[in-house]
């Protein structure tokens, strides 16, 4: 598939972000509309409580209150997933954790409702509280939700094994085992969440939310309010930041919503930033017991797995991060044998859910330890150790995933020579390291989340008289670039500048269905719908290029905006006359474009968890420089190389990347919830931290071109991919550099220094000694 | 509470705005004034989303009062385009990546023009000691570091930009301590 493409490959801005930089793009608390309301929530004290009673009845009767609601307003149970729908607009008979809504105030002002919510009276009856994963392994007096397994706290247990793992393990010329213990995240968007319900003239009801996920919550919003669909509307507005966390249906929304429609006036609701910690949503904090099976020759002959993942309060995406900490583990290598335990618990904490990297982050770190733990008990170079044994284009794994296009290889050779790798590994002084990691992910889940034959992306474009080619598609930009993915597709396809391309993705009443951010979905399945609606456009240009010339329309090619024909340069007529001549007795062009995954996967239970239609590869190297004196890991300097297929905005690629390589140090070196039972100790950015500009080491993008054959002109995703391998990358680095593996993360200093304080008493033992550093 | 009627200077228009004693520009600005460019990501001083620049100088608007910037030059996101062109820092935000989802853009903006007017070619590293108050979670700063490079040398070419603030910033300015001392990097080490 070797084309010169003109717009897909180049650097464009990203076609929303004229609107950014001057301020024009709005947000959740940008919206404005004349008499809105405020609403402010009450939030549950406790973390494991029964409501004995709410009273209302003075905060309804206070001046500037309009209307107050709780759970037993709307107790419909909603969810992201179908299998899991374990929340309520509002708590109705007893609260899960602190921060859990018990109800919510619509009132003239801010003040008004502020003083509202505290003039509820909750009566609670506490109830016994968890907060540990190890607590709800087993039958508990009063488990978090009834639908438990066994009476216990789990919510979600998986059990795979393929081939024979015992067998391997007996087999094994190596078999390193560890067992890490990992911190909670949370996303970090610097846009708190803020929505407005507006009650429509028509008795409609809109939602203006910075989701990711609109059309989940379309249905979440029609299931509480008890409306049907058609009578919902919801309107993305820009999103200031994703990551996963504003890919829930939230209790927020309804709330917002169910005053609109009682008060009959606009209502506007928005976070402060300790909500958004109260609520969190982030990535699951939990355990990972695992073990890698390798022959004499560096062979990998199989890995077992452990997880137990802490879900908090309630269901989210659990389910999906239960089997994505086992499934996304069957790449990038070829493992034959394959053992995983499963088990998601409920604690009395603020839920978890899905967060850039889902459910393969924390595994990922476990694995490519293990892996390096390996390398080490072999004398193979990690590198080498990878390269021996990583999947090919074309194949299989285990599990039965279809592995298509697949660029690790050049990944990992990229890195290598990029970085001076083998100058430096084993080489550098003590306290200096580096360190090397694979990572591995969907390009889209290829199953919907609703079993429906509505196909998961749909672009429609029209064009009219003035040339310009507006997209609809409810494809959710917040921020990554899928808006511009369209765009580009487009313009690629008409031969037209980007400039001629505009996307309304917004409007749910105007915008073909697409399934939203998440799964890294976009630039695979959006990408092809977008170029399946402009070949079709092409199309009519191209037959209205035919009357006009008498040439034959398969000939034509579209470039400049001008329609050419191939076989002779001298036929050719202007964009805008091919498209003069096709409206002629026709009307404005429209065209539909849509993207399906193909049926694929094996039979078992649980086949479908991790399928998608192509997946991504990545490498990183991560060199560190460990302060000898107080254990403190600055990461100085960080090569990754991701194969995207191919990049379609070079520019958006790099920027996925590198914010990837942000994200993923900070929780590699900083980042954690701190939690005292149930009650979150650090709810703001002060305490919990995330990378400045100084901590952010300098950072090597390689884009890798492995031209999928089924993606959008080759392409992939490069959203989230990129994160997984950097933790394990910086952890490899650190252990290059002292000798120390870090089991927890992120990587504490005050454990670093307690392992150098051990070094320096061993000190005559060491190949690396204190003398190399000049002490 | 009552409200004062205050008169803030914001783009070189006056808007009269009531405010509460406890309100801040950042409030005052998006619920006053309409001007909903400037953000509000943490309103506890820690991201700087919140930046505008207060007689030139880069102040965060969610720990400013509004009742104290009465009559200073108040400048935000939307009054930086002018001249049927956008502002250079605006325009090389957008061609070099240095905005993802956007919302810390304005900040970022903001901080970078006043730093520009001041130092105008600063190196890498004075940029990020610029920027250091300002979080991004989307672009690891990378992009938003090579857009005030070219931005610095757009404006290096063009020769100028509006010289009499930095004359006046450099005369001295504020001696608010608050405004000067916004210069806190929010991610200072553990
Ligand atoms: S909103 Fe002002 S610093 Fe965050
Ligand atoms: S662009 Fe999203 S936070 Fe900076």
Not at chain 1, 144 to 162: E, Y
Request: charged share 25%; with cysteine.
């Amino acid at each position: 598939m070797t084309q010169d493409f003109k717009v897909v490959g180049s650097r464009p801005p990203l076609v929303d972000s004229w609107k950014k930089v001057t301020g024009q793009a709005v947000y959740g608390d940008d919206v404005r509309f004349p008499n809105t309301l405020i609403c402010r929530l009450l939030r549950s004290t406790q973390p494991h409580a029964r409501i004995l009673r709410i009273d209302t009845s003075r905060a309804a009767a206070m001046p500037g209150v309009r209307a107050v609601v709780t759970g037993a307003d709307a107790p419909a149970r909603f969810g992201v997933l179908p299998i899991s729908q374990d929340e309520e607009a509002m708590a109705t008979d007893k609260v899960r954790y602190i921060g859990d809504i018990v109800a919510a105030v619509a009132a003239d002002d801010e003040a008004a409702a502020a003083a509202a919510v505290d003039a509820i009276e909750v009566v609670y009856e506490k109830l016994p509280e968890y907060f540990t994963t190890a607590e709800g392994l087993d039958p508990v007096e009063e488990p978090i939700h009834a639908w438990t397994v066994d009476g216990s706290n789990v919510q979600k247990r998986v059990d795979q094994h393929f081939g024979d793992m015992d067998g391997a393990l007996e087999q094994a010329a190596v078999k390193p085992r560890a067992f890490f213990d990992f911190i909670g995240v949370g996303h970090a968007f610097t846009e708190p969440h803020a929505v407005t319900a507006v009650p429509e003239a028509d008795g409609r009801l809109s939602l203006y939310t910075p989701t990711q996920v609109p059309h989940y919550v379309h249905r979440a919003l029609a299931k509480v309010l008890d409306m049907p669909l058609h009578r919902v509307r919801v309107f993305r507005t820009a999103v200031g930041g994703g990551f996963g966390g504003k890919s829930d249906p939230f209790p927020h929304e309804m709330c917002a919503c169910l005053l609109a429609r009682r008060t009959q006036q606009p209502v506007r609701l928005t976070f402060d930033l300790e909500e958004i910690f109260l609520t969190n949503r982030g990535r699951h904090p939990g355990t990972y017991d695992v073990q890698v099976a390798f022959d004499e020759h560096g062979r990998m002959l199989g890995l077992d797995a452990a997880a137990i993942i802490d879900g908090g309060a309630f269901a989210s995406f659990g389910v999906v991060t239960t089997y994505y900490n086992g499934v996304l583990s069957q790449g990038p290598y070829k493992i034959p044998n394959f053992r995983y335990s499963g088990r998601r618990v409920y604690t009395n904490k603020a839920p978890c859910g899905a967060m850039r990297g889902h459910g393969a982050v924390n595994a990922r770190y476990a694995i490519e330890s293990v892996i390096d733990m390996a390398a080490e008990e072999l004398r193979i170079d990690p590198i080498e150790l990878r390269l021996r044994n990583v999947l090919e284009p074309y194949s299989k794994t285990t599990n039965e995933f279809r592995i298509t296009s697949n660029g690790i290889r050049e990944c990992l050779e990229r890195v290598r020579d990029e970085t001076g790798w083998q100058g430096k590994k084993g080489k550098l002084p003590l306290g200096k390291g580096i360190g090397v990691a694979c990572g591995f992910f969907i390009s889209g889940s290829a199953l919907p989340i609703h079993k429906t034959r509505t196909p998961q992306s749909t672009v429609h474009l029209q064009i009219d008289i003035y040339g310009g080619i507006t997209a609809h598609s409810q494809g959710a930009e917040i921020g990554q670039g899928s808006d511009t993915v369209i765009a580009i597709a487009v313009a690629e396809v008409l031969g037209v500048p980007l400039d001629f391309v505009r996307v309304r993705s917004e409007d749910s009443d105007t915008a073909p269905l697409d399934l939203g951010a998440y799964s890294s979905r976009g630039c695979f399945m959006i990408g092809n719908a977008a170029r399946e609606a402009a070949l079709v456009i092409r199309d009519k240009l191209a037959r209205a290029a035919e009357r006009l010339t008498g040439h034959a329309a398969g000939d034509f090619d579209f470039r400049d905006a001008e329609v050419f024909a191939r076989s002779d340069a001298s036929v050719r007529v202007s964009y805008f006359e091919a498209l003069t001549e096709a409206l002629a007795d026709n009307g404005a062009l429209i065209a539909k474009g849509w993207y399906q995954s193909p049926r694929m996967g094996g039979t078992f239970k649980g086949a479908g968890a991790g399928l998608a239609p192509a997946y991504s590869f990545s490498a990183c190297i991560a060199e560190v420089d460990v302060d000898l004196e107080t254990g403190l890991v600055k990461c100085t300097a960080m090569a990754l190389a991701h194969d995207c297929g191919r990049a379609l905005n070079r520019l958006a690629v790099e920027g996925q990347i590198e914010g990837c390589m942000h994200m993923g140090l900070g929780q590699a070196l900083l980042e954690e919830m701190r939690y005292d039972r149930g009650r979150i100790t650090n709810p703001n950015l002060l305490d919990y931290k995330i990378l400045g500009p100084f901590e952010t080491p300098d950072m090597k993008v390689i884009i890798v071109e492995s031209e999928d054959k089924e993606g959008p002109f080759g392409g992939k995703e490069a959203g989230e991919g990129p994160l997984i391998c950097v933790l394990p990358a910086l952890g490899n680095a650190l252990y290059d550099a002292v000798g120390y593996r870090s089991r927890q993360l992120p990587v504490r200093p005050e454990r670093v220094f307690e392992h150098l304080r051990k070094l320096r008493r061993a000190e005559a033992g060491m190949s690396k000694t204190w003398g190399a550093t000049g002490r | 509470m009552s409200k004062t009627l205050v008169t803030l200077h914001v783009n070189e228009r006056a808007y009269e705005v009531a405010v509460r004693p406890q309100d801040t520009l950042a409030l005052a600005l998006r619920d006053g004034c309409g001007l909903t460019g400037t953000k509000v990501g943490c309103d506890l001083g820690t991201c700087g989303c919140c930046t505008v620049l207060v007689d030139g100088r880069p102040v965060l608007g969610c720990l400013t009062l509004a009742l104290e910037v009465e009559g200073r030059r108040i400048e935000t996101i939307e009054g930086l385009a002018g001249a049927e062109r956008l502002h250079p820092v605006q325009k090389a935000f957008a061609e070099c990546g240095g905005s993802q989802c956007g919302y810390c853009t304005p900040g970022f903006v903001m901080t970078s023009v006043a730093l520009l007017r001041t130092n105008g070619a600063p190196s890498r590293d004075e940029i990020k000691e610029a920027i250091a108050g300002n979080l991004c979670r989307c672009t690891g700063y990378a992009k938003i570091v090579d857009a005030v490079e070219q931005a610095a040398t757009e404006l290096r070419q063009a020769g100028n930009e509006a010289s009499p603030t930095t004359d006046a910033h450099r005369s001295g300015g504020s001696n608010d301590a608050r405004l000067q001392g916004r210069r806190q990097p929010a991610t200072a080490r553990r």
